[in-house]
């Protein structure tokens, strides 16, 4: 089984946050309705769960060993060998992370799959003007 860990967005301060954990209760008490659920950064701090912009870990690094994350951007080449800029996705129907492609060389816009080549080049909070064609 792959390493399951996160790091998150944080919506107020405009900056990524290495996570410590994620708590689902607050005190002694469990709450059903997760109102109560946070996240706790490497720096000690918790952040309320609408603070914080959760991104999973793909499990994969690109070719230069960099960890790749959900909602990454990444350039990389479809099948027909054109270069891609994509984001990280996660597909519910298939239960996997991919490459969607948002814009390249002109013979097309493929998707692609996390198992080729890719190099992470940023992502879509600190760095949306990469997206912009």
Request: charged fraction near 30%; include cysteine.
């Amino acid at each position: 089984m792959g390493e399951i860990k996160f790091i998150g967005w944080d919506k107020v301060d405009k900056r990524m946050i290495q996570v410590y954990n994620i708590c689902f209760n607050a005190g002694n008490s469990v709450y059903t309705d997760n109102t109560f659920v946070c996240v706790m950064g490497t720096d000690g701090v918790l952040y309320p769960k609408d603070r914080i912009i959760l991104r999973q870990y793909t499990g994969l690094k690109d070719r230069n060993s960099i960890e790749a994350y959900h909602k990454d951007i990444c350039k990389y080449k479809d099948y027909a060998g054109n270069n891609q800029i994509g984001v990280i996705e996660w597909a519910d129907l298939s239960a996997r992370f991919y490459i969607e492609s948002v814009g390249g060389d002109d013979e097309g816009n493929q998707d692609g799959d996390l198992d080729r080549e890719f190099e992470i080049i940023g992502n879509i909070h600190e760095n949306p003007e990469l997206l912009k064609g």
